[in-house]
């Protein structure tokens, strides 16, 4: 009985908005449409924000560096739907259209990526759409990333709606790379053949240093956690606390 009401609330939220109609960018709809996005890239921020708060906390782990979100520009929007020779409809635009709102997430290490994703892989509430692993195989340019595409429920007067939202998780060497070939190429058809050749030799550079800084932290953390355990064995009491570490 819940469960029908709370799917007809869906249904009603949805409909006005989701249909064949053509897309116009001057209308009340669109404006609307861009606020469910923006609601959605609100919610998966502070979900990730209360999420690094309780690694820090609870299990004195620093994985992520930064967060930043944004929602993508109307041209972009437009552009993308043309890229993709679809119909301008708001359809379209809800179900070709993955990346309207962006989260990325930029961690410190590679090991820190992967836990990353297995965590929010385990929200309850949030809905896997896919998953695409750019670090194991990277993008012939040299690219390399995690990316997700998430449905994240968000509560309106009318209902839940489940509003979709691409994540992406990188390294800081994988941002540092990704954010300078973003300006360099991904937007410059101009770029000489050469310079192409050496941003992917970059990134392939940059992938063995953030292997080597995973080396090292690795070796450090293996020495901690040795002396945790001789600490705990040494004095007893101290046992309890330390656990909560250990389970990291
Ligand atoms: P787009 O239509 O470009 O969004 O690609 P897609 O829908 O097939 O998704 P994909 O997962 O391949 O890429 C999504 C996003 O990843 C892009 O919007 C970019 O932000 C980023 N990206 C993908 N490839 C590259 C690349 O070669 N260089 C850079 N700098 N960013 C990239
Ligand atoms: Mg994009």
Known sequence: ??????????I???NNLVNKEIIDINSIKFKRIMFLY???????KTKIEI??????????????EYVATRLKKTESI????????????????????????GIR?????????????????NFQDIRIVSKKDFMKKPKKSGYMSYHLIVEIPVNFSSGIMY???????????????????HKLKYKNPNILKSESKNLIKYAKIINNIDD??????????????ENIMIEATENKEDLGEKKIFFKL
Do not use: H
Not at 84 to 89: G, P, S
């Open 12 to 14: 009603d939220v949805g």
């Open 1 to 10: 009985m819940g469960e029908d009401n709370q799917r007809e609330s869906l």
């Open 212 to 225: 080597n800084m995973l080396t090292i932290s690795n070796r450090i953390e293996k020495e901690k956690n």
């Open 105 to 121: 997430i930029v961690c410190n290490f590679k090991s820190d990526v992967y836990k990353l994703v297995e965590l929010i892989e």
């Open 38 to 44: 923006n609601a959605a890239l609100k919610e998966i």
């Open 163 to 181: 509003v979709k939202v691409e994540v992406q998780i990188r390294t800081l060497g994988m941002d540092f790379w990704a954010t300078l070939e």
């Open 51 to 64: 999420l690094q708060e309780e690694l820090n906390l609870f299990s004195n782990y620093e994985p992520i």
């Open 78 to 101: 437009v552009a993308k739907l043309k890229r993709k020779k679809c119909e301008l409809t708001y359809e379209n635009m809800f179900e070709r259209v993955n990346d309207i709102a």
